[in-house]
T-cell receptor
Framework: ETGVTQSPTHLIKTRGQQVTLRCSSQ?????VSWYQQALGQGPQFIFQ???????GRGNFPPRFSGLQFPNYSSELNVNALELDDSALYLC????????????????FGNGTRLTVT | KQEVTQIPAALSVPEGENLVLNCSFT??????LQWFRQDPGKGLTSLLL?????REQTSGRLNASLDKSSGRSTLYIAASQPGDSATYLC????????????FGTGTKLQVIP
């Protein structure tokens, strides 16, 4: 069973640039969620994708967007980067059925550390 | 507003001690509660998940309890070891099973040999 993998592990960008982060979900999981974790804080929910459709969004602006592909892997795109976007971005996969019926643990990748200068 | 709070923010104990980490949440209408471990600069590892209908879950030296009426959960670690040193995060699913979970800020545990 392959776990959740994220790439790249580290990234440095300049304010105003755009970035794409990638996530491969655990084998068999059809739902991917993205979280942002600022230093010393708990992760905050960005959005969730189920079967290639956005399935809920947290309190993040539209310059945070995503995609999910037919193989359930996912991308997180952030436009017009700001200094406050510096954080650890975590991807979590779950579920083999439909959302709203999950009572199984979230499986997280090791994250991408984004630094905006 | 649905919030999750973890106190204390940091805890230091000698090896072998039993300890309790606390988590409180503001809305009793939860779907489940998960405890995670996070090592520095790493992702999260799921430790225990307690469903809304359950009172506790156990895995090895770990025991997690849930009291929805009081909005509290505890993670009990028996016979602590230096390898238990990490940040422990509590996460609550208020979204009815959609797993859009709300995290606390974590308790950083240091176990001193």
């Amino acid at each position: 069973e392959t776990g959740v993998t994220q790439s790249p592990t580290h990234l440095i960008k300049t304010r105003g640039q755009q970035v794409t982060l990638r996530c491969s979900s655990q084998s068999g999981h059809n739902t991917v969620s993205w979280y942002q974790q600022a230093l010393g804080q708990g992760p905050q929910f960005i959005f969730q994708y189920y079967r290639e459709e956005e399935n809920g969004r947290g309190n993040f602006p539209p310059r945070f967007s995503g995609l999910q592909f037919p193989n359930y892997s996912s991308e997180l795109n952030v436009n017009a980067l700001e200094l406050d976007d510096s954080a650890l971005y975590l991807c979590a996969s779950s579920g083999t059925g439909q959302p709203s019926s999950y009572n199984s643990p979230l499986h997280f990748g090791n994250g991408t550390r984004l630094t905006v200068t | 507003k649905q919030e999750v709070t973890q106190i204390p923010a940091a805890l230091s104990v000698p090896e072998g001690e039993n300890l309790v980490l606390n988590c409180s949440f503001t809305d009793s209408a939860i779907y489940n509660l998960q405890w995670f471990r996070q090592d520095p600069g790493k992702g999260l590892t799921s430790l225990l998940l307690i469903q809304s209908s359950q009172r506790e879950q156990t895995s090895g030296r770990l025991n997690a309890s849930l009291d929805k009426s009081s909005g509290r959960s505890t993670l009990y670690i028996a016979a602590s070891q230096p390898g238990d040193s990490a940040t422990y995060l509590c996460a609550v699913d208020f979204s009815g099973g959609y797993q859009k979970v709300t995290f606390g800020t974590g308790t950083k545990l240091q176990v001193i040999p």
